[in-house]
């Protein structure tokens, strides 16, 4: 019950960090987020992947955005000029929701017949895509900066 209800109030923030307009207030809804889910995690045991998830995201990244709000500041720019954010933005979700059902059985364990072990197969590759993932978000959030760095500059100059 207690890990429906923190799953529930994860979902519930994540949309508010997503659809908040003001900055301050969206960040630091990420920042529950995250501190949220790595209670979850640490509720099933898994007390070094919640640990890192509230030291690195709650502390680490979320002070990272802080930061760069304070100098780059609030403005964000109109979303009608950029139709093809809007696009890769739903091709990444679809390819998101698309991957996992097109990925091919593992051969090790697709004549076991045992789902438990292809999850394992999973669960035990779980550390490498985390750290992809985290690349990716990484180097998204720093062509954000530099694109609001740059489009403020911009905006000074004309």
Do not use: C
């Amino acid at each position: 019950m207690v890990s429906i209800l923190l799953l529930s109030a994860v979902i519930i923030l994540a949309v508010m960090s997503i659809t908040v307009k003001r900055t301050v207030p969206a960040v630091l809804s990420f920042a529950v987020l995250m501190f949220l889910l790595g209670l979850y995690y640490i509720g099933y045991g898994e007390k070094l992947l919640g640990l890192f998830q509230i030291f690195v995201y709650t502390g680490g990244i979320v002070v990272l955005m802080l930061f760069g709000v304070t100098v780059l500041g609030t403005h964000f720019p109109d979303e009608k000029g950029r139709p093809w954010a809007v696009a890769s933005i739903i091709l990444i979700a679809i390819g998101f929701f698309v991957i996992p059902f097109i990925m091919p059985e593992f051969s090790e364990v697709a004549n076991a017949g045992d789902k438990m072990a292809q999850v394992k197969v999973l669960t035990d590759s779980y550390a490498e895509v985390t750290i992809f993932l985290a690349i990716v978000g990484a180097s998204l959030l720093y062509g954000s900066i530099r694109m609001l760095h740059t489009l403020k500059h911009e905006k000074e100059v004309s």
